[in-house]
């Protein structure tokens, strides 16, 4: 019986080895902030023609279709992986229980930080829903670790990601049959008023607990299948004003962050630059291996531009090689790329003034 025994412990050792080779994530949990981009299920319930909880998306994701934007992972499932997290950040909507101590995601489709933004769509919740919503998330953390002083330790090493602002664009400004803004103000002036608005969240967020921000810039609208369909006279430049407008709001993102990381000293706040990231795509395609910059691999019409994926409609077979999944959205692989490098900048340009990666360690 002795080897019985020997074997024992040899099995025991191993799994204690094994259980031990699982690594804790480099942070205790992530927040998310957004809109289509990194909405995971939110508006799955919610009276809204924005969603994609239908195939063809998800045709990728190991679950199928979940109300991800895209045929697979979004941009914050790279880097949730990335961050050493066993499994991705559930929507707000599904959340429950000690789920919650390892994150949230609060991202919906067609959400803005102004309130009117993306109302033609239906329901969405802006960012300052998103913001009330964490705050009864905070209440519940509260309450699992038994007070407030627990909590705001707890927090303060968490990450918060903070993805909006191209709905505000998109679905506001540079529609101006249905929204007032391009007539009351310039680009610079809507990009102040962004920002200011923007601004109030995150102070509202630090109030509750938030120390470890990251602030993700517009990426390039100006570029999408559908500005191209929509503005480009040859369906492939990208369109200047739109961009432009984009590039004035990501400079004010990127001053507020010093601003930011001046006035508050137990906090730290860093900015991707998704906009820089994608224009790297969009310029050097085979590179990263795309080659097709301007045409969604699923959609309707100019550029599959027109409209996003219909139910079940058969996308392209190739979709590595598309930057586009959609009329709006990248597919996985273009994700994947920027979801690295906002993890770990490759450029000096893609993070400021440091990556995620180093945010985690502090």
Known sequence: MRWVAACVVVVAA???????????????CLFIFGDSLVDNGNNNNIQSLAKANYLPYGIDFP?????RFSNGKTTVDVVTELLGFDDYIPPYATARGQQILRGVNYASAAAGIRAETGRQLGGRIDFTGQVNNYRNTVEQVVNILGDEASAADYLSKC???????SNDYLNNYFMPLTYPTSRRYTPEQY????????????????????RKFALIGIGQIGCSPNALAQNSPDGRTCVK???????????????????????????????VN????FQDLIQSPSSFGFTVTNAGCCGVGRNNGQITCLPLQTPCRNRNQYVFWDAFHPTEAANTIVGRRSYSAQKASDAYPFDIRRLAQL
Do not use: C, W
């Open 14 to 28: 191993l799994s204690l080895h094994h259980r031990g080779a699982v690594a804790e994530p480099q942070v205790p």
């Open 63 to 67: 679950n199928g279709p979940t109300g």
């Open 159 to 165: 990450i918060y990601s903070v993805g909006i602002g």
């Open 191 to 210: 990009a102040n008023v962004l920002i200011q608005q923007y601004t109030e969240q995150l102070r509202n967020m630090y109030n509750y607990g938030a």
């Open 241 to 271: 004003r739109i961009n432009d407008a984009n590039q004035l709001f990501n400079n004010k993102l990127r001053g507020l962050v010093d601003v930011l990381n001046g006035n508050t000293p137990d906090a730290k706040f860093i900015y």
């Open 274 to 277: 998704a906009f820089g990231i």
